[in-house]
């Protein structure tokens, strides 16, 4: 599968304890994106990296949220001290924005599921 | 911030039929309007998208339609198939392409009845 991959698929997870998410986006994209998705709702913009940077954050990142992309390729989200709004569908998505060229479409990964019990 | 809201919720139709699904958003800067589908438990996928020097858009059975004045959008499925169930959402951004600033609407449950 050559497209965006996402680990884990589902976590749960004990309150108060932190997460890790992982996202691989697909190789060529320099543009990496995180989404929150709960319940009845579209997804929520969180973060975006283009490469390594991390260029905007939501009002909807919190303290307790931070993203990496380290080298320009994986990125993790890590949640500390995690609450039970926090329980939600993670997604991570993928773009390439060339100078001069229009940004492709996003694409989104699976997701990872988070249960904070 | 952008406001993007959209309706109906749920909508059935019959298999055949069309279906419409509407979305207003607030901020006259976005310029860009993409429509996802996703089905249970499946990442969102784009369909359809329109950018706002265009009216209308038509891709087989899914057409956009964008009206900038009263900043409303439309999505057309004709001759629907079982297989359009899925929910979808609408949103707007203000980069065209940009999913940085994207805004999605609540989502819209289709249900196609054989």
């Known amino acids: 599968d050559t497209g965006v991959s996402q680990d884990p698929r589902h976590k749960i997870t004990k309150r108060g304890q932190n997460v890790t998410f992982r996202c691989d986006p697909i190789s060529e994209h320099n543009r990496l994106y995180w989404y929150r998705q709960t319940l009845g709702q579209g997804p929520e913009f969180l973060t975006y990296?283009?490469?390594?940077?991390?260029?905007?954050k939501s009002r909807l990142l919190s303290d307790r949220f931070s993203a990496e992309r380290p080298k320009g390729s994986f990125s993790t989200l890590e949640i500390q001290r995690t609450e039970q709004g926090d329980s939600a569908m993670y997604l991570c998505a993928s773009s390439f924005s060339g100078q001069g060229l229009n940004t492709t479409e996003a694409f989104f990964g699976q997701g990872t599921r988070l249960t904070v019990v | 911030g952008e406001n993007v809201e959209q309706h109906p919720s749920t909508l059935s139709v019959q298999e055949g039929d069309s279906a419409v699904i509407k979305c207003t958003y607030s901020d006259s800067a976005s310029n860009y309007f993409p429509w996802y589908k996703q089905e249970l438990g499946k990442r969102p996928q784009l369909i359809i998208d329109?950018?706002?020097?265009?009216g209308e858009k038509k891709d087989q059975r899914i057409a956009v339609t964008l009206n900038k004045t009263a900043k409303h959008f439309s999505l057309h499925i004709t001759e629907t198939q079982p297989e359009d169930s899925a929910v979808y959402f609408c949103a707007a951004s203000p980069n065209s392409g940009g999913y940085q600033k994207v805004t999605f609407g609540t989502g819209t449950k289709l249900q196609v009845i054989p």
């Open positions: 329109i950018r706002s020097n265009v």
């Open positions: 990296f283009q490469n390594e940077a991390q260029l905007e």
